[in-house]
């Protein structure tokens, strides 16, 4: 009788131990020491960069920079565009979700997954502009796969979208002007992360901007 009492006790003591080990695995560890993804967007350096390309044109790249404040390293992120949408908040279905390019070398290596450290941060390519170019080629594989990898000049709302293997996904909106003539001073972006409609105003409403024709 008294081994058998024994023997059911470990059971539950066994049980009660594997059952916190899973509690403390799944959900105590996790919340002590996931990673925290914090985005920061500026269309000055050194977040955004400007540069001369090999036909002596420049070049403009806007970027968002990732940086990890977690208490471990976020596994396998990837930066996608979800969405680009007009200013009235209409979906363009002409554009698929697309991966963009982490800033990184060798920039073959950019398009792939990859792991931030804690304490590390790396920024996200969101599209090009180049001299005397009018349209602004997203920062993505080149095949084009029947989609337009490029925004004519015009007025956006992007949604860029974090993902990776141990974090919930963090998202951004962003309000975007492209006059298709200054590759530098002609790029207007302002994060806006409530999805446009047709009463939206726009960051630059007023401003001299509009809509380019």
């Given amino acids: 009788m008294e081994t058998s009492t024994t023997i059911s006790i470990v059971s539950i003591v066994i049980s009660a131990a594997v059952a916190c080990a899973v509690i403390y695995r799944e959900f105590i560890h996790d919340w002590l020491f996931h990673p925290k993804l914090e985005i920061a967007f500026s269309l000055e350096e050194p977040i955004s960069r400007e540069t001369i390309l090999i036909n002596d044109k420049r070049g403009f790249w806007p970027r968002l920079r990732v940086t990890n404040n977690g208490r471990s390293a976020a596994r396998r992120c990837e930066g996608i565009l979800a969405e680009v949408r007009m200013p009235d908040g209409t979906l363009d279905k002409r554009y698929d979700p697309l991966t963009l390019?982490?800033?990184?070398?060798?920039?073959?290596?950019?398009?792939?997954?990859?792991?931030?450290?804690?304490?590390?941060?790396?920024?996200?390519?969101?599209?090009?502009?180049?001299?005397?170019?009018?349209?602004?080629?997203?920062?993505?594989?080149?095949?084009?796969?029947?989609?337009?990898?490029?925004?004519?000049?015009?007025?956006?709302?992007?949604?860029?979208?974090?993902?990776?293997?141990?974090?919930?996904?963090?998202?951004?909106?962003?309000?975007?002007?492209?006059?298709?003539?200054?590759?530098?001073?002609?790029?207007?972006?302002?994060?806006?992360?409530?999805?446009?409609?047709?009463?939206?105003?726009?960051?630059?409403?007023?401003?001299?901007?509009?809509?380019?024709?």
Avoid: C
């Avoid at 590390?120 to 993505?140: G, K």
């Avoid at 490029?150 to 949604?159: A, N, S, V």
């Fill in 101 to 213: 390019r982490w800033a990184i070398a060798p920039i073959d290596k950019g398009l792939q997954p990859l792991d931030i450290a804690r304490g590390r941060q790396v920024d996200l390519n969101i599209f090009t502009t180049i001299e005397s170019a009018s349209a602004a080629q997203f920062a993505t594989y080149a095949d084009p796969r029947g989609i337009p990898l490029f925004l004519e000049p015009g007025e956006y709302w992007l949604r860029i979208i974090i993902y990776g293997d141990n974090f919930k996904p963090v998202e951004r909106g962003y309000a975007v002007h492209w006059d298709g003539k200054d590759y530098r001073k002609g790029i207007h972006i302002q994060e806006m992360n409530d999805k446009p409609t047709s009463t939206t105003v726009w960051p630059w409403q007023g401003e001299g901007y509009g809509t380019p024709t």
